[in-house]
């Protein structure tokens, strides 16, 4: 029987032109920052490097939400050292959504593609150009990096987050049924257009957000793959997840439920 990803056609519209050359595709990364000054340099390092090692043409759109500790300085310097051509600091007063971050970097962005991910290294640039393979070969709408399948992981976490995020998906995968392994992750690559449709049919905020727009895909038959990913648990600063952020989930769960 073939696979759910073999299955899933992408409609004539949203498959690449005759005669396109690979090479004028363009990545624009998406950095939504909150108190990530320790964490910011090495990772745009790392995203340097990742796509210089590999040819490819990128852009670094940095979405600094007023964050108190001096990170949009350290922006602002890694602009200076890598070019504005390269890395674009577009600030915000203060902290808005995540949802509303990637429509204001998107306003910004000149890719033809997004990539989405955690400034705080739980998410490794290397497995960036795995992501672009695995769009190219089944001209996928959405790549999905899952901690869930293969030899993907989670690294650094205590037993009590791993049951929450273990618990998430779980959950989602009975109810909502969504054709993906991992919901709840934050890495993701998007063709721009895709994106942007399924953050106009998004309404959830915080931690549901990301399941959301997998559940959205599915309701408008974009296809999805996956790439297995290790997710490794912050070095500095404090994680964001807490009993609100949970709550939070349970309520957009059950609203998404009931709605689609």
């Not at 602009?79 to 509303?100: A, M, N, Q, V």
């Not at 995968?173 to 991992?182: C, K, M, T």
């Not at 942007?196 to 309404?203: A, D």
Request: with cysteine; aromatic share 10%.
């Amino acid at each position: 029987m073939a696979s759910k990803e073999a299955r899933r056609t992408p409609p004539k519209s949203r498959r690449r032109p005759e005669g396109r050359d690979p090479r004028q595709d363009k990545y624009s990364v998406l950095l939504p920052t909150y108190n990530e000054r320790e964490n910011l340099p090495l990772i745009v390092w790392l995203l340097v490097k990742s796509f210089s090692e590999s040819e490819i043409n990128y852009e670094i759109i940095i979405i600094d939400d007023g964050s108190p500790d001096g990170t949009r300085d350290v922006a602002e310097q890694l602009e200076k050292i890598y070019g504005s051509d390269r890395i674009l600091l577009r600030p915000r007063e203060k902290k808005l959504g995540l949802g509303t971050a990637y429509i204001h970097g998107m306003k910004h962005a000149t890719g033809n593609y997004i990539i989405i991910m955690d400034a705080d290294l739980s998410h490794h640039p290397k497995f960036i150009p795995e992501f672009i393979r695995k769009q190219k070969e089944g001209n996928f709408d959405i790549v999905s990096g899952t901690r869930y399948k293969g030899n993907g992981g989670v690294y650094g976490w205590d037993l009590k987050r791993k049951l929450i995020s273990r618990g998430a998906n779980f959950i989602t995968q009975i109810l909502l049924r969504p054709g993906a392994s991992d919901l709840t992750g934050s890495f993701r690559l998007y063709r721009k257009e895709v994106l942007q449709k399924l953050i106009e049919k998004c309404v959830s905020k915080g931690y549901v957000f990301q399941m959301e727009m997998i559940v959205r895909a599915r309701q408008l038959n974009y296809s999805v793959g996956e790439v297995p990913i290790s997710f490794v648990d912050r070095v500095y600063g404090e994680s964001k997840l807490g009993g609100n952020e949970i709550v939070s989930f349970l309520k957009g769960l059950l609203t998404l439920f009931a709605t689609t």
